[in-house]
T-cell receptor, first 110, second 113 residues
């Protein structure tokens, strides 16, 4: 079993829809949780960063962490074609060495 | 604009060649990492370094080595390239205690023929 599980999709939604992405994990020691966005032929870029449980909102993006269920989510509201990318979850015990999910490919149709 | 720069975007090498992938960061970060990214497998850590001349094996170090002679530069070496090392290679850096995740380079797509 992988340490971090992420459904690879692909996920296709119409413009304006809410995109819901999630990851599960097995290591209860994880306490730093991140979402990265990766456009085609580019390196990943940090999108959201959360420490421990709770919610964090940044514009159209909301990250949720439920440590009791070992489950994290990313929601994208009012999705745009420019949101089409691969989204990677990542997590860490010590904010140093990250464990990544496999990534979910999202397409937002105009 | 802070940056992690990988020297090549695309490389084609022959089986058995020694291959060098270079990565430079301009953020004075202590930590640097090399990952490979393959479809369905995500990012897998090859090696990382938390200080000059220091290195630690990641999850898949076999067939690779690294060098960090200066703080800003971290090199990945494929001692004898094989076709199963065809992949996207990503370099990243982070600050110790920075709590801001990694900054990645744009990647090097290596094809071994």
């Amino acid at each position: 079993q992988k340490e971090v599980e992420q459904d690879p999709g692909p996920l296709s939604v119409p413009e304006g829809a809410i995109v819901s992405l999630n990851c599960t994990y097995s290591n209860s020691a994880f306490q730093y949780f991140m979402w990265y966005r990766q456009y085609s032929r580019k390196g990943p870029e940090l999108l959201m960063y959360t420490y421990s449980s709770g919610n964090k909102e940044d514009g159209r993006f909301t990250a949720q962490v439920d440590k009791s269920s070992k489950y994290i989510s990313l929601f994208i509201r009012d999705s745009q074609p420019s949101d089409s990318a691969t989204y990677l979850c990542a997590m860490s015990v010590n904010d140093y060495k990250l464990s990544f999910g496999a990534g979910t490919t999202v397409t937002v149709r105009a | 604009d802070v940056k992690v720069t990988q020297s090549s975007r695309y490389l084609v090498k022959r089986t058995g060649e020694k291959v060098f992938l270079e990565c430079v960061q301009d953020m004075d970060h202590e930590n640097m990492f090399w990952y490979r990214q393959d479809p369905g497998l995500g990012l897998r850590l090859i090696y990382f370094s938390y200080d000059v001349k220091m290195k630690e094996k990641g999850d898949i170090p076999e067939g690779y080595s690294v060098s960090r002679e200066k703080k800003e530069r971290f090199s990945l070496i494929l001692e004898s390239a094989s076709t199963n090392q065809t992949s996207m290679y990503l370099c990243a850096s982070s600050a110790t205690g920075g709590a801001y995740g990694y900054t990645f380079g744009s990647g090097t797509r290596l094809t071994v023929v």
